[in-house]
């Protein structure tokens, strides 16, 4: 069983989420005029690789493939240049395309690959993490990082097919299963509260268990919220900027510890300190407030941020790229599912941050 999520706009494109899908999905998105196919993947997928590039061969393309370091290392300029030069020995052609198999960090530089080469070619992702299905592998960021920052160069590229595999997630470390439902809750607070619901309902052994109904639902219906957002707005002019929810201090947060925290795991701080940032200005509940903790720490997301002190945590807001004139901006909820990017001076922040920990 899958389904299909559309995504439309500038760039449409498929999704589908299911179980057990196997290669059948990918192939099918080759259309007649592929003729090489090049398998980016992380180092630990290469079984899995070599297995889809036998596959393809058995149905009649020419394909290689091509590992790449773990993580962030792996989001290199000298990574991307010998993939550049691997596309240029398999003489990979406008009609070709590239599959990107493994988590956010290889989505996001092979995606870039795949939208660099000959000014762009076919992409296929195949995220294998659930921050990846749910995040990373959808909407078209696609970046790599420079001694400057992460993510400082890149383009919007989205994926023409994104094949989400829930039994890939069988080997996910169960804390990096709770790092990507930071974001599957996140988009419940802003878009789904159904999401919610399931969370509160489902032990949080099930919640996390790749192989359970309720894991697969609020897993499509993340990406069906971040399908939604993404059709209207691909270039983030506007609404797309309420997928950062949690996400001005979850940066902050994973900077100021070398990134060191998990991606999700600061999501959740950052939207358990928004929610209280909207109850201050009277935009939330204290219950609402107190859903967020239950949520995110239901399934052993952090909710308190001791590490850094708040100032510490400012200078780096003020010096994201995004900021202008020293003037942060926040995604706040005005009711449960009801977001809006809104700006804040920073003298606002005390009283929220000393309420999850942060030290003035
Ligand atoms: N992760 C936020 C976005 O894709 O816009």
Redesign the pocket.
Known sequence: MSTTIGVTGPHPSTITVGRDLGFAPIAAVLDEAVMKVLIIHARPLAARAVALAEHLRSLGYEVATADHPDAEAGKAIEVVAGLWDTCGHLQLGRKDVIIAMGGGATTDMAGFVAATWLRGVTLINVPTTLLGMV?AAV?G?TGINTSVGKNLVGSFYPADAVIADMSLLATLPRQDLAAGAAEVIKCGFIADPKILRIVGETSPEILLDPSSEQLAEITTRAITVKARVVSADLT?GGL?EI??YGHTLAHAIERANDYTWRHGDAVAVGCCFAARLAQARGLLSADDVARHDQLFSRVGLPTRYGGSTLDELTHIMLSDKKVRRGILRFVLLEGIAHPATVSVDPQELAAPASQIGIRA
């Open positions: 995040d909407g960021k983030e797309r997928l950062n």
